[in-house]
């Protein structure tokens, strides 16, 4: 059984760069600013592919990538969080949270996401309340 890794920030504390949680892990991140601003390759702010994650009271933002991205078998609760780019034009993050494989991201009380999109579809989904988000047979869907 994979010990559980908590994170938690004070006095507004900030986490620059990319963060990769792995298939085997879970944990807690509270209160920090997780920011990446890409250049070239858009890779996610926040990978997670572990079991599970919670995100509370955060901001997670990406200038020119993706936010969250959710992967394989990886269960993910974003709570009281923003999430998506850090400005206009460049700065603008190209998805807030995109799912894949069998992962879910459930997105809990006043997360402000735009524009949740489909992987596989790429038809947009825009919600702002509490849901938990599926990819099955190239539609996303809540249970």
């Not at 592919?49 to 919670?54: A, C, K, Q, S």
């Not at 078998?73 to 974003?78: N, R």
């Amino acid at each position: 059984m994979p010990r559980a890794l908590t994170v938690e920030g004070e006095g507004g504390a900030r986490l620059w760069g990319r963060w990769s949680v792995s298939r085997f892990s879970q944990g807690t991140i509270r209160g920090v600013m997780c920011a990446y601003e890409t250049e070239g390759v858009a890779w996610p702010c926040v990978l997670v592919r572990g079991d599970p994650w919670l995100f509370d009271e955060c901001q997670i933002r990406s200038a020119g990538a993706y936010a969250v991205m959710c992967a394989k078998q990886a269960s993910v609760t974003v709570r009281r969080c923003g999430v998506g780019g850090m400005g206009s034009g460049s700065r603008r993050a190209i998805n807030a949270v995109i799912i894949m494989d069998s992962s879910w991201c459930l997105l809990q009380v006043s997360v402000r996401v735009r524009e949740l999109i489909s992987p596989l579809t790429r038809s947009p989904v825009t919600r702002a309340t509490t849901h938990r988000w599926r990819v099955c047979k190239q539609r996303l869907w809540p249970p």
